[in-house]
């Protein structure tokens, strides 16, 4: 067995990420030690300090920042993307029967017109686009219409397959989410905010006009490799979501 070639199996994922996390160790402890300033693996630095002088004439500013440091973000990225093909392999078979599920409930879906399909995942009707943009004239969107609703999101989300660090896709989904509420913003109030009743159907949509082929392999990688400081933030609820949203193709049976 081996990583890459015809002789890669599955049972080498859980090695190489050991493999891989213990690469960003080891090398991080030699960049401490050539720069000895740096802290510890999920060690913060601090701002430097005003001068006394700039601190009165800041007064009413906000509290220091503080900036953490560790080996997954500081190393993995120049690290992964020579590493990126076969890992990227090893996570598509390990996904691979879980993938099958999910993909031909994708090819099933995607058979749907756009407002059958918010229909059925549940979306609110005030979330339906009225409107699509053809190079640059309006056109209503009609019963029969299909790939017409959030193409700007959906387009974003397939991006996702073009990075090669979990910090990549994060950004990826979290741009994902912005594009998604900047589609929905003329739709509603001004002070509207999402709650994950309406953000979820909304997100499964996308996902499913995304048709991103290995998407279980990307979640899993994101899962594995990302960094530990972000998993219990804005992004790592983004993260989430979209796991959630692959987990429920996956498995819904009414789908």
Known sequence: MTYVGVGSNRRLLRQAVQEVQAYLTH???IVRFLFPGLP???GIIPDPPTSPSKSRHNSNTAEQGVVVVSCSSLLLPLLLPRLYPPLFTLYCLQEEQEEAQ????ILRLNKQPDQALLS???????FWPVWMSILGEKKQIVSSSKDACFVSAVETLQ???TTFTP????????????ELTQEVKPMLDSDFLWCMDDLLPLFLYVVLRARIRNLGAEVSLIEDLMDPNVQYGEMGLMFTTLKACYIQIQHESTM
């Open 27 to 29: 090398y991080y402890s």
């Open 40 to 42: 510890d693996d999920g």
């Open 102 to 105: 999910y993909w031909e409930r």
């Open 120 to 126: 059925f995942l549940g979306v609110q009707e005030k």
């Open 159 to 161: 991006q996702i397959s």
């Open 167 to 178: 910090s990549d896709k994060l950004l990826v989904i979290q741009k994902t989410f912005e």
